[in-house]
Nanobody, 116 residues
């Protein structure tokens, strides 16, 4: 079983920064994709950023140039999401995700609130 532990999040003013981290535990080896999704009230969950184990990254258009996803060194299933120049529309519950062996696992979610 794979488990995800998230940290970070909180309340910040518009233009501020936050850093989210996510550690995956369990029997994980080989190829995986980890990423962050978010869900605002009344909206569907959407992909924010994701990273493949080889380092390739993908971003939603809304966060390009402001958010950066990164991972720790080889063998460490830990990813970080650095969020800069935050906007009120970034307010949402952020979920960590890992896709491993064609299965999705999700974290509990961490709240990010950006005040104007």
């Amino acid at each position: 079983q794979v488990q995800l532990v998230e940290s970070g999040g909180g309340l910040v003013q518009s233009g501020g920064s936050l850093r989210l981290s996510c550690a995956a535990s369990g029997r994980i080896s080989g190829l995986w994709t980890m990423g962050w999704y978010r869900q605002a009230p009344g909206k569907q969950r959407e992909m924010v950023a994701r990273i493949i184990v080889n380092g390739d990254t993908r971003y939603a258009d809304a966060v390009k140039g402001r958010f950066t996803i990164s991972r720790d060194g080889p063998g460490k299933n830990v990813v970080h999401l650095q969020m800069n120049n935050l906007k009120p529309e970034d307010t949402a519950l952020y979920y960590c995700n890992i896709n491993y062996l064609r299965r999705d696992f999700w974290g509990q979610g961490t709240q990010v609130t950006v005040s104007s």
